[in-house]
Every structure is written in structure tokens, then in C-alpha cells.
């Protein structure tokens, strides 16, 4: 079997961020970080819009924090892309988000208030007729914190509504701009982020509900979970999952229904 061509880089800030960089990825430099505002998309932008992509390789951009967010080695990135057929590969962490929230942009509203009003804003000014409430995704669908592998057809469309994004946010004193500019809390470490960067960071969902590319994930179950009370529901998990699988292949709203009932009667008996 030959072997695919494979170009994951793994973004630096600095000399300790550069030295963790797995041995099986590229490293790819934003030490000057000119923008931090947009956090990973700056050097990811950069990339895409200065180099010529090989059509018949895969690329992918991780954080610095891959390996500690997924458990996941390089050469275990690696050899499940060689072993499988896909334009976009998903190494989503934290099973449990994406079993018991009906999509991401529902996850981010819960942890980043606000998300979601900027995030419909945003799909509409872009054309794209949705409702992010009630947009259903499983575990082929749900990307966090841009751990995906994918083909340069992707990415080319990727980078379209990045730079869609990016002119709305920069807008001035749109009330978009505002909106996409308005800060969250993220974590003790961090600080505020703005809420156009977890917008961003969804954006890989809205690209591949809306286009026809193929996916291959990686099991979920056997990726870092967020050690909550929900984590360890494996079987319910399965369970919320294949309500909202069973939605998207039939379009029965009914899947939906009761995929809520499931969900809220889970959540209520961890209280």
C-alpha cells in the first residue's frame, strides 16, 4: 500500500512550545505571533495563503497542545491516515461534548455565552441558511480546536469562509464586527478570547455539513475525555449519538426529540 503524502505541522510560540513538537509532525513558526488575537488561524491563514498545496497530499495544523488534549502520538496520526480513504481526517477529544451537545456551536454557547448570536450572525452574512440551534452533528461532524487532516480541496474552501470571517470581524464598527470581536472567558491561563476565534475553530463543521467531502474519524472513545461525571457514560454516549445519526438519515425530527429527552434526562441524573 503506498504510503500518503502527509504534511501536518504543529504550530510554536516559542523555544518550549518548538521542543514539544512531536517528531512526526513539521513544525510551523509563529514566534513573531502579530496577531494574537486569532490565535492559531494567524499562522494557519499565513500558510494557506502563501504556499502552492500539493493536490494529492493531506494537510493539517495542530496546536501545540495536541498531544496533551488527544493522547494521540504523530505516529499514531499517522498510521490512521495511511489506513484509511477520506478527504478529512477528525481526531476530535472529549467524547462526551460531542456525544451529549446537538452540535458544536450548542457546546459553545453553553462555555463562551454569546457564541452563538455572533455565529448566526456570521452564517448569514455569508448566505448560508441555517439554523445553528438546531444544526445536528455526530461524531463525523464535530471538530474542536482544529484537529483535522484534510485534502487542499478542503482547505481551499476552509480558508474562503476564514477569510470571510476574518473581513467581517476586521469590519470597523459593524455591529457584526462588534459581535465577532466581543470576548469570553475562556480559561485562567488564557484569559478572555474573542468569540470570532471559536467561531473559527467551528468553522471545519459548517464546511462539511455544507460540501460534499468524506470523513474518516477516529474513535472518539478512544481519545482524552474532559474527566467529568458525563465521560464515563459510554453507553449513553453511543446512545445520543445514534439518535442524532438516525436524524441525519432520515431527517425525522422526531430522532431530535428525542434525542433531547435523552440528553437532558442523562444530564439531570448527574446532578
Known amino acids: 500500500m ?40 494567524w499562522p494557519m491563514r499565513n ?28 505516529k499514531t496520526v499517522a498510521e490512521f491516515i495511511d489506513a ?16 451529549f451537545f446537538l452540535n458544536p456551536f450548542e457546546h459553545g454557547e453553553a462555555n463562551h455565552p454569546g457564541l452563538m448570536a455572533a455565529a448566526q450572525q456570521f452564517v448569514a452574512a455569508l448566505g448560508v441558511q441555517v439554523d445553528l440551534r438546531m444544526l445536528v452533528c455526530d461524531y463525523n461532524t464535530t471538530v474542536y480546536s482544529n484537529y483535522f487532516v484534510a485534502r487542499p480541496a478542503f482547505w ?9 470571517l476574518f473581513a467581517m470581524a476586521e469590519a470597523g464598527e459593524a455591529p457584526l464586527s462588534a459581535a465577532l470581536n466581543a470576548t469570553a472567558d475562556y480559561h485562567q491561563q488564557v484569559g478572555a478570547v474573542a468569540q470570532k476565534v471559536f467561531i473559527m475553530e467551528r468553522l471545519v463543521t459548517l464546511v462539511l455539513l455544507f460540501n ?9 472513545f478512544a481519545i482524552t475525555r474532559c474527566g467529568i461525571s458525563a465521560s464515563y457514560l459510554d453507553h449513553e ?23 433531547m429527552q435523552f440528553r437532558n434526562a442523562v444530564m439531570a441524573s448527574l446532578r
Open 237 to 259: 454516549m453511543r446512545v445520543a449519538n445514534a439518535l442524532k445519526m438516525a436524524f441525519l438519515n432520515t431527517r425525522d425530527n422526531r430522532y431530535v426529540e428525542s434525542f
Open 47 to 74: 500558510f494557506l495563503l502563501n504556499n502552492a498545496l500539493d493536490e494529492d497530499a493531506h494537510y493539517g495544523f495542530f496546536s501545540p497542545k495536541f498531544g496533551l488534549k488527544t493522547g494521540l502520538s504523530g
Open 156 to 164: 481551499r474552501k476552509w480558508l474562503q469562509w476564514g477569510e470571510s
Open 212 to 220: 460534499q467531502f468524506s470523513t474518516k474519524a477516529f474513535d472518539p
Open 84 to 99: 484509511n480513504d477520506a478527504d478529512v481526517y477528525l481526531f476530535t477529544p472529549f467524547v462526551e461534548q460531542a456525544s
Open 2 to 41: 503506498r504510503m500518503k503524502r502527509q504534511y501536518i505541522y504543529q504550530i510554536y510560540y516559542d523555544d518550549v512550545t518548538r521542543g514539544g513538537i512531536d517528531p512526526q509532525f513539521l513544525p510551523l513558526d509563529n514566534v513573531r505571533n502579530e496577531r494574537p488575537d486569532w490565535r492559531e488561524y
